[in-house]
């Protein structure tokens, strides 16, 4: 749903915006696009090597489906990475940890020129979710893309008349240099609302143009695929009805905007109640170059039967969603007693700064050569046989396990994210208070500023090796993570289905040349 102009240029980052999946094949590739304005080659996704685009395509799904996404290796630019891999972020991947896609925990990179085929289930999962690469920071240069998982017996499904891939809102940063080259921490150049945005003394580009028709109801899924910042986003004289995140169902909570951190996600309707004409949609980002002069991070809300012009409405926000307001829909207790350290096993994760590195609990993590899951498979059980020293927790089964994770440290806010689990946060950012009765389940929590000692809860009930990371990508690459060990014991019976070509991508990988940068 975008004008014809804005879909024209659209039609050269993302040759459309159709889904593919459950089963497909999904091509990595390498193309110059000028989302912004300024030409760059990048790491795209696609059906085929002739179709990548930015974002990747969407991959839908219904829930109870069985996923084969075989991703084809077909880059060739040297100046990035040409070995890849591919996460499917917020799936547990019950029963399928070697398909999570993290190098050095789930599997060795996927070489330019091979292919490799994951397989997995959803069987009690449905939402909005999103995959990326997992290889050091290749996604910030490109690889990207939605995955929604439909649901029919969607509680909410009699709210709404509208939910397709013209409501999925993808916002990302974009950076003129390439990962390997970019530095440490860099900023990004631009803010991309549906592939396309503007940088400051850049080309007046055109913006992604999300059409509604009056009197609709509209469920929007907003996708935060960043590398850094968070983003601040609102739609101008317009409400947000917001319903669920993260995959999550929570009891309705009307607002005006939503501060939006790495990985998460939210879905609300909008209703297309306001007079027939153009909104600003807004993502600020808190790093970089803010504002919105000259349609810097944003994109247009058009009516249809409204000129095709830039809006005239102004931001006026007095509702900001506030994570502790969000409570689930069913189950909404914490695993565990309702007191502090009420868990089976109590961490306190503290996170340094070296000037160069970031540690947890004295630890930097680096991706192993030979993947934790390898490891565990090939006989080693404990925290002193598995590497890399220091980053790994063995978790017993059947547990409840509380993480507490101080904020302030350098580079704050820190979105964390665990792989294989939601969790529940009974103690969130800007909050001093615990709260065990129904706080929100999530699978990505900023861990906030000085004062915050954020606390999570989750059950291990899903033996494999989960990485628990900050989700800004460069410090993930700067050591922000750690690996979650969780039963051990069966691990390999949980996971019998192993492909022989998951068998193979290490030698492969270990035979070709390396590249360096």
Not at 383 to 412: C, H, M, Q, R, T
Request: aromatic fraction near 10%; glycine fraction near 8%.
């Amino acid at each position: 749903m975008r004008s014809l102009t804005s879909f024209i240029t659209l039609a050269l980052v993302a040759r459309s915006f159709a889904a593919i999946g459950p089963s497909a094949d999904l091509v990595i590739a390498n193309a110059y696009i000028q989302p912004d304005g300024f030409n760059r080659s990048a790491v795209l996704a696609g059906s085929s090597a002739s179709a990548v685009q930015f974002p990747g395509p969407v991959i839908t799904g219904s829930k109870g489906d069985t996923f084969i996404m075989n991703v084809v290796d077909s880059l060739s630019d040297t100046t990035m990475l040409t070995s890849t891999s591919i996460h499917w972020h917020g799936l547990f991947q019950e029963g399928s940890a070697w398909a999570d896609g993290v190098v050095g925990v789930a599997q060795c990179p996927i070489i330019s020129g091979d292919s490799f085929q994951y397989q997995f289930s959803v069987p009690d999962q449905a939402g909005t979710f999103w995959y990326h690469s997992h290889h050091s920071t290749q996604y910030c240069d490109g690889l990207r893309g939605a995955l929604v998982v439909y649901d029919t017996a969607d509680p909410y499904l009699s709210d709404y008349d509208v939910d397709d891939e013209s409501t999925i809102i993808t916002l990302a940063d974009w950076y003129h240099t390439v990962a390997p080259s970019a530095g440490a921490v860099p900023t990004a150049d631009s803010t991309l609302i549906n592939g396309l945005g503007r940088y400051s003394g850049g080309p007046t580009t055109n913006l992604s143009v999300i059409t509604v028709s009056s009197g609709t109801r509209y469920r929007f899924r907003l996708i935060s695929m960043s590398c850094d910042p968070n983003f601040t986003f609102s739609i101008d004289d317009h409400n947000l009805a917001s319903f669920r995140f993260d995959g999550q169902n929570v009891q309705p909570l009307v607002v005006d905007s939503i501060q939006i951190f790495a990985g998460q996600r939210y879905s609300f309707i909008l209703n297309a109640n306001q007079t027939v004409s153009n909104y600003w949609i807004r993502a600020n980002p808190n790093v970089g170059t803010t504002g919105f002069t000259g349609g810097l991070n944003s994109a247009i809300l058009r009516y249809s039967g409204a000129d095709a012009v830039d809006p005239a409405t102004n931001i006026s926000l007095a509702n900001t969603l506030l994570e502790t307001n969000l409570h689930p829909l069913t189950n909404p207790a914490a695993p565990g007693n309702a007191t502090s350290g009420g868990a089976d096993v109590n961490l306190n994760m503290l996170i340094t700064f070296s000037g160069t590195g970031f540690s947890l609990n004295g630890a930097s993590f680096a991706p192993p050569t030979v993947p934790v899951l390898l490891q565990i498979l090939s006989g080693a059980s404990t925290a002193a046989d598995l590497l890399p020293s220091g980053s790994l927790y063995v978790l017993p089964a059947n547990s409840v396990i509380e993480v507490s994770l101080p904020g302030g440290s350098a580079g704050s806010p820190h979105p964390f994210h665990l792989h294989g689990h939601a969790f529940s946060v009974v103690r969130s950012a800007g909050s001093s208070t615990y709260n065990y009765v129904d706080p929100v389940r999530r699978d990505v929590v900023s861990i906030g500023a000085a004062t915050d000692n954020v606390t999570i809860r989750f059950e291990t009930d899903n033996s494999g090796p989960w990485i628990m990371h900050c989700h800004i990508d460069w410090h993930l690459e700067l050591g922000l993570a750690i690996v979650f060990a969780e039963d051990t014991a069966t691990i390999a019976s949980s996971n019998s289905t192993i492909p022989t070509a998951w068998d193979s991508l290490c030698p492969t990988y270990d035979a070709a040349p390396t590249q360096t940068f």
